[in-house]
């Protein structure tokens, strides 16, 4: 009982502060004369309080326990899109206008019910002016969503009895009732047990919402549960609350990257994607640089790339065939084909099998663009040599210095690919003696 | 029982109806043998004196305030108690700029959000939403679900309520008036059901953000708390690049 100390050790606190003890006995025996008037008049007094804490609700009606409304969003009524612009779901957290509500709440008295109201409010006390939140609505139930822990029979929605006026709060004929939800039951002769918990779920849908206030704070379901048809007859009686609030929006911006290089001397990426420093320079060639009609000579260069454009990047080439003043050896041509040694012929292929021990070609995200894909000199260690019968396929463009021609591309972010590219040279017998030479630049183009 | 000690009665009797009166009262406490209500002890006060612009709780003499509990019984001492089933939430909504993320640094941002709850049996803070997303394109910052040290270099959004030290963001919940008035918690090892059965947002430096977690609560009737929520967010290499994004909502759920 330590409730009960605390208000009556309060109660003489109060007492002494006030009056003298001299005079409170005077005044006492003052009112003991009058005794019958004050019994009289506590009477009425303990009549008034019985009124105040009943809530206001029906002298029988229990108190319905353990009540919560679960609601899918916070979010203001007239909220349906998120910080992007874009439209949040129906039943979502980011959706106020089109929200769905879950009641819970624990049977107070073993009763046959039939019909259930719930009245939305900006108080919670039962039989009082309920004014509905600014901007509610649940005009657009259409049905009852989830019903779990009854013992009995289905709730569905009342859309046929008129809920105006005294004693109902509801606005709107039925069925739309913009501050009420009017439930009955199809089998009314099931009896619901004191202590079951039951849950009722309406809305949530794009069809079948409740729309929630348009102004931020507090607002209240009054739940009503009947044992009659016509929302007369009152078992238990709880109020819930509920909530509306600002939403908090976070942005955050990330920049694009593209860090892209190319050289000559493969190098290991390590983790942070290092890029190729070399000066990117090549020889195609016997050990004294020399080309000769009786073998294909190769060599490899390479390009890394990361970048984190959603949509990836294209990796193109631009440049001559290779040139010694006025005299030039032919391009391969534009299509895969295989080199042939003593025809002249200059092309280049990504060479999917120069793995160098795991820095050389290593692409994730890209892939060779055809008819870039076949280059091979059938090792995956060596970077330069010469066969007379080189495997693999190549192509060149000669049209790629006025427009970049396509080698490899990729439509997703690229962590850190490396792209091994393989030269390929033949001469004829009769090509010019000379210094022939290039320059073929490799440009990454991000797609946005 | 003599005269005195009858007339002493009846002024105690009436005395203790005046004061039920004044209350206005809502049971509080009650069994077959007792019952006790709310009952303003002090010289005077309002609760809710409002004008047009603005409302206050004003008390003169108040003899006590302060909160107890037993796991068999709570009780409120105080002006700023009320006698109505109460939920107050409010949150410090708006935009909230991370600014342009990077790879070296994490980006936090902070705000508030209060919860009052009064005549009931607690409450729980849901956070609902997503990660923020790429407008548009389907990308959506990685989250984790269980408290994670933000990493710069590896991309993450998190969010918690601590006081946090890296970086040096948040704060602990405040009770006001004190902690004898008010009991909201941040949710640690918190059983959300449904395989979420182990939720701490209260782990300094440690970010999570798992949409429909319960991240505060108080398991009884409480005051006025205030929480800070935190987020954080890291990109990595590939993040890709845009503006992004979210809307978060805090969904506060009372049981009475």
């Known amino acids: 009982m330590p409730s009960v100390i605390v208000m009556l050790e309060s109660l003489r606190l109060y007492i002494k502060a006030k009056m003298p003890k001299s005079k409170l006995l005077y005044r006492l025996k003052n009112l003991s004369r009058r005794a019958t008037y004050l019994v009289v008049a506590f009477s009425a007094t303990s009549i008034m309080i019985g009124t105040d804490i009943g809530l206001g609700a029906s002298a029988s009606a229990a108190q319905l326990q353990s009540r919560s409304l679960s609601v899918s969003s916070s979010a203001l009524g007239n909220v349906t899109t998120d910080v992007n612009g874009n439209t949040v779901a129906a039943g979502a957290g980011g959706n106020g206008q089109k929200t769905g509500e879950t009641f819970t709440f624990n049977i107070a008295t073993t009763s046959n019910l039939q019909t259930l109201l719930i009245e939305y409010c900006t108080n ?325 | 029982m003599s005269r005195r000690r009858s007339v002493l009665c009846v002024a105690l009797l009436t005395l203790l109806s005046a004061g039920l009166i004044g209350s206005q009262a809502v049971a509080l406490t009650s069994s077959p043998h007792y019952e006790v209500n709310e009952v303003f002890f002090g010289s005077g006060g309002q609760l809710n004196a409002c004008s047009p612009s603005y409302c206050s709780k004003q008390s003169l003499g108040e003899l006590t305030i302060g909160g107890s509990s037993s796991p068999n019984y709570q009780l409120h001492a105080g002006f700023n108690t009320s006698d109505t089933p109460l939920l107050i939430m409010s949150v410090t909504g708006g935009t909230f700029d991370l600014g342009t993320l990077s790879t070296v640094t994490t980006a936090s941002v902070s705000t508030t959000f209060n919860v009052e709850d009064y005549l009931s049996d607690g409450y729980v803070v849901k956070v609902v939403g997503t990660a923020p997303d790429l407008n548009s394109v389907g990308h959506t910052l990685n989250t984790n679900t269980s408290p994670t040290t933000p990493t710069a270099g590896v991309e993450q959004f998190g969010i918690n309520l601590a006081a946090n030290t890296s970086p040096a963001v948040g704060a602990a919940p405040q009770q006001i008036p004190s902690s004898f008035f008010s009991f909201g918690k941040v949710a640690h090892n918190y059983n959300e059901g449904g395989g979420r059965s182990s939720i701490s947002y209260d782990t300094v430096n440690g970010f999570l953000f798992d949409s429909g977690d319960t991240i505060a609560y108080s398991n009884s009737s409480s005051g006025e708390t205030t929480y800070t929520l935190s987020a954080i967010a890291d990109q990595s290499g590939t993040t890709p690049a845009g503006e992004y994004g979210t809307s978060l909502s805090l969904i506060a759920i009372p049981t009475f």
């Open chain 1, 124 to 448: 919670p006390i039962a039989n009082t002016t309920c004014t509905s939140p600014t901007g509610f609505t649940a005009a657009n139930v259409t049905s009852v969503v989830s019903q779990t822990g009854w013992s009995g029979g289905t709730w569905a929605i009342d859309s046929s009895t008129v809920l105006t006026g005294s004693p109902y709060n509801c606005s709107g004929s039925s069925p739309g009732r913009t501050n009420c939800i009017a439930i009955s039951r199809s089998d009314p002769s099931t009896t619901e047990t004191s202590g079951n918990t039951v849950t009722l779920g309406f809305g949530g849908g794009a069809s079948n919402y409740i729309t929630n206030p348009t102004t931020t704070g507090t607002w209240f379901a009054r739940i009503t549960t009947y044992s009659d048809t016509g929302y007369a007859t009152q078992v238990d009686y709880g109020s819930v609350a509920s909530s509306t609030t600002t939403q908090i929006n976070i942005t955050a911006k990330v920049q694009e990257t593209l860090n892209f290089s190319v050289g000559s001397t493969i190098t290991a990426p390590g983790g942070g994607c290092t890029a190729f420093s070399d000066s990117g320079a090549l020889t195609l060639g016997d050990s004294n640089g020399a080309l000769n009609a009786a073998n294909t000579f190769y060599n490899h260069s390479y390009f890394r790339i990361a970048t984190n454009d959603l949509h990836g990047a294209v990796i193109q080439y631009s440049g001559n065939t290779l040139t010694s003043g006025g005299n030039s050896i032919a391009s391969i041509g534009g299509s895969a084909t295989a080199p042939s040694a003593g025809t002249p012929q200059f092309g280049l292929a990504v060479d999917t099998h120069d793995t160098e021990s795991g820095s050389g070609y290593s692409f994730t995200s890209l892939s060779a663009t055809s008819p870039y894909t076949g280059g091979n000199d059938g090792s995956a260690t060596s970077q330069s040599g010469s066969s007379g019968s080189l495997g693999g396929t190549y192509a060149y463009n000669t049209g790629s210095t006025t427009s970049p021609v396509q080698i490899a591309s990729s439509t997703t972010p690229i962590t850190c690919d490396t792209g091994s590219v393989m030269y390929i040279a033949n001469i004829s017998n009769t090509t010019p003696s000379g210094l022939y030479g290039t320059t073929i630049t490799y440009i990454a183009v991000p797609t946005y």
